[in-house]
């Protein structure tokens, strides 16, 4: 095992260095970071606002820039609806009244802002925190697994409003990019929580771009069956997992990142990726599709800087968790700092028929605590020798962030793509 990834590594080092347009986690030729995104919101002042939106929004609307809006409450676009928020305008959200934006089924968001001039929903607290609201739901005619192939977002909602799901996977429900979605995911009962963005039946029509999620209490982003696309993602130190896949969802995301905190947790499980296809079995259509998720160019980071220390602390978990019943095809992503990279459902028989259906290569794992254990099973020499295949190309790491990454210090414009060329490379402790 450690002579084949002593291999892996030289065939990867040689090989990126030549083609540097290859490169493992996201990538471009430039930070794409830059501009659109926003790494310290709580400093940001964004003005009062002059106008609200509460209730139902049945006609054609414009959210201009000119104006700063307040949402008030639960706020649904209904009646098939469009709601276009014209880019650069800034939405106030009320602590107070756990304020949401619902786009009904049928209904459509053309949110589409620009690189130099972002769309933001944001916290009207003086002193932001992580779930001060609720968040934005776009609700959609793509199937689902659910039996009936319908289902309905409950979080203390109206239900006639929050139905989703139906047999379009080509269905639009609209546009969302270059977007900032900041401290969101309330409480609506007990320990759940919003999704700062939840996807229910999206399908694959619909853009969704450039859309940055800071501080969220619930998932920053979920995922709740459909077929679509997702590009240049960030989930900045949410509290609870970056990436919710569930009831059947067929996704790609690629390019993405999500940047987690030692500090930010929450108890009940924080994954940068978490891939399910239901929550219980009576729930679901075994004839119909389960969850699959093809993911490429991610970067998965821990940001501490003392990650060893924070491990033996029990403050860093696993970054990927993969449930029984549902697939996760990952490529060319990093993976660096958490304990360990990846976790299997202790539920899923570990045999060729279930691993190929759970694929991670030219994967860089970097700085974790193990790479690939079943849950609840401490000898993982089986997965280690089925990832650690040559044929795979997986590599194995003990950089710090500051080597690894190319600015991960800077919060003003810091730059997650990988250092090529300048990577430290070490054997697989096991």
Not at 219 to 241: A, P, Q, R, T, Y
Request: contains cysteine.
């Amino acid at each position: 095992m450690k002579k084949t990834t002593i291999i892996i590594t030289i065939l990867f080092l040689f090989f990126f260095s030549a083609n540097a347009q290859q490169e493992i986690g996201i990538f471009g030729s430039s930070n794409w970071l830059n501009n659109w995104t926003e790494f310290n919101p709580n400093k940001k002042e964004y003005g009062e606002a002059n106008r609200i939106l509460t209730g139902n929004i049945s006609v054609n609307t414009r959210l201009e820039k000119r104006n700063i809006y307040l949402l008030k409450g639960s706020v649904y676009v209904t009646n098939n609806a469009t709601l276009i928020i014209d880019p650069g305008t800034v939405i106030i959200c009320e602590a107070d009244s756990n304020a949401s934006l619902i786009i009904t089924k049928g209904a459509t968001i053309i949110a589409d802002g620009l690189e130099t001039d972002p769309i933001v929903f944001t916290s009207n607290k003086a002193f932001k925190k992580a779930g001060d609201w609720g968040g934005i739901i776009v609700l959609g005619e793509a199937p689902i697994n659910k039996f009936g192939g319908v289902s309905s977002v409950i979080h203390n909602l109206n239900p006639a409003l929050t139905t989703y799901g139906g047999t379009n996977p080509k269905s639009n429900s609209g546009i969302l990019r270059f977007l900032r979605i900041e401290f969101a995911g309330s409480k609506f009962k007990g320990a759940e929580n919003f999704n700062s963005l939840l996807l229910c039946g999206v399908g694959n029509k619909t853009i969704i771009e450039n859309i940055m999620v800071s501080y969220s209490a619930g998932d920053s982003f979920g995922i709740f069956g459909g077929e679509i696309k997702l590009d240049k993602m960030v989930s900045f130190k949410s509290s609870s997992s970056d990436y919710k896949f569930n009831y059947g969802t067929q996704c790609t995301i690629d390019n993405s990142l999500a940047v987690r905190s030692s500090y930010f947790s929450s108890i009940y499980g924080s994954r940068c990726l978490d891939v399910s296809s239901y929550d219980t079995k009576q729930e679901v259509d075994f004839t119909k599709k389960q969850t699959k998720v093809v993911a490429t160019n991610l970067t998965l980071v821990n940001n501490s800087d003392s990650i060893s220390i924070d491990i033996e602390s029990g403050l860093v978990k696993e970054a990927i968790f993969v449930r029984e019943n549902a697939s996760l095809e990952c490529r060319k992503t990093v993976v660096s700092g958490f304990n360990p990279a990846v976790i299997l459902d202790g539920k899923i028989l570990i045999n060729d028929q279930n691993l190929n259906k759970i694929k991670f290569e030219q994967m860089y794992f970097n700085f974790c605590k193990g790479n690939i254990f079943t849950e609840f099973v401490a000898n993982n020499e089986d997965l280690e020798n089925w990832y650690g295949n040559s044929a795979f190309s997986n590599v194995y790491s003990k950089s710090d962030n500051i080597a690894t990454f190319i600015n991960f210090k800077t919060s003003k414009k810091p730059d997650f793509r990988l250092r090529i060329g300048k990577i430290v490379v070490s054997k697989v402790d096991k």
